[in-house]
Each structure stands twice: as structure tokens, then as C-alpha cells.
């Protein structure tokens, strides 16, 4: 009989749980890495003097951690496939860095073209 209700209600539950915490672009579940994963693709002048730096350094922690985690826009951190070295996304990782949220995790989305780092 326990066994029966753990069947009925408990995996189901469980399995939707994971559902929603999962992120998706699209059709796509992204992947999740830690913040101090990331690598910078910018030299920190560069980032500092981009537009979007003054913008997200207003931000408060929670709006930045939900700009990288959950963007409105959909305008996810992107990196080059199989690395963690980025293509899209240098402020804000940067600017959690900075923070100290390097063990926060985002989702993250991959790209198969070249990299446009400065080093």
C-alpha cells in the first residue's frame, strides 16, 4: 500500500518538480554552471567602458542574478560550444563575479561560432 501511494503521488510530484526548475530557451533545457566557471572573453576596460556596464552596475544583487538566471529578454549568458569561455554575457558575469557570486548558478546557452575575446 506505501508503495502504491509513493508511486501515485510522490514521483509525480518530484518528476514536475524537476520540470520547472529546469531553464528552457525555446524548446532547448539549457545547461547550468557555477558563475566562477565562466571565463571572460573581455579585458575588464572593455567591459568597463560598455554601455551595459553602467545599466547592470545599477542593478541590485536580486535583479542581477534574475538578468543572468531568468532574462526578460531571453538574452541568456552564451559560450562557445564545450568551453566555458563567453560569448555573450561578459558584464553580468562580471559583475557577479565582482559581487562575490561566483558559486550562484545560471543557466547558460552554446554557440558554435568564434569567439570575439580580446586576449
Known amino acids: 500500500m506505501k508503495t502504491k501511494i ?10 514536475l518538480s524537476i520540470l520547472f526548475c529546469l531553464s528552457f530557451k525555446g524548446n532547448t533545457i539549457l545547461k547550468t554552471a557555477k558563475v ?4 571572460l572573453c573581455h579585458k575588464e576596460a572593455t567591459i568597463l567602458a560598455s554601455s551595459s556596464y553602467t545599466t547592470l552596475n ?8 534574475k538578468a ?11 559560450v562557445k560550444v564545450s568551453t566555458y569561455n563567453l560569448r555573450d554575457g561578459n558584464t553580468r558575469i562580471y ?25
Open 68 to 78: 543572468c538566471s531568468s532574462p526578460a529578454d531571453g538574452n541568456y549568458v552564451t
Open 95 to 119: 559583475l557577479l563575479k565582482k559581487r562575490g557570486f561566483g558559486d550562484f548558478s545560471i543557466p547558460y546557452d552554446e554557440v558554435d561560432t568564434g569567439s570575439v575575446c580580446d586576449f
Open 58 to 65: 545599477k542593478l541590485t544583487d536580486d535583479q542581477l542574478k
Open 36 to 39: 566562477k566557471d565562466f571565463i
Open 6 to 15: 509513493l508511486k501515485v503521488l510522490v514521483f509525480p510530484i518530484l518528476a
